[in-house]
């Protein structure tokens, strides 16, 4: 699997990618390619359309407090990749939090996309989360 994000800066994506989460420059930029565990994210700036995408523009993301899609990340320590990777400067919107079936946090990257980061707990024993009142039916 290979995600592509439209960042406003390469270099300072391409940083957090690899130096802040562990990930590996394959390519540095046009597009930059940083493979990350068994997957790929690929960073370019917005554009205009092209003839393989006509009516279509790359545009950056509007950072705030909403999102429809968020990288997630499964972890083996949280705590561990919670405590190096906001001493090397994530910015995460919670500490862990237990939820009985997994420990999840969430941060954001340089141009405000969402990170879950999660580590299987409970799940690993067959406890799932708890259902939210809007998921019950009636």
Not at 100 to 116: H, K, N, T
Request: proline content about 9%.
């Amino acid at each position: 699997m290979t995600l592509f994000i439209t960042v406003r800066n390469v270099a300072r994506s391409r940083d957090f990618y690899s130096r802040v989460l562990g990930g590996t420059v394959v390519l540095d930029e046009n597009p930059c390619i940083v493979k990350l565990s068994n997957s790929w994210i690929i960073m370019n700036p917005g554009g205009p359309p092209t003839p393989d995408k006509p009516g279509i523009s790359v545009v950056d993301y509007p950072a705030g407090d909403t999102t429809s899609i968020f990288l997630n990340l499964r972890v083996a320590d949280i705590q561990a990749c919670h405590e190096e990777w906001k001493a090397k400067g994530a910015e995460f919107v919670t500490p862990p939090i237990d939820r009985d079936a997994e420990i999840r946090c969430y941060m954001r990257d340089p141009d405000g996309y969402l990170i879950e980061v999660g580590q299987s707990t409970g799940l690993l024993h067959g406890k799932r989360a708890a259902k939210r009142p809007e998921d019950l039916p009636g």
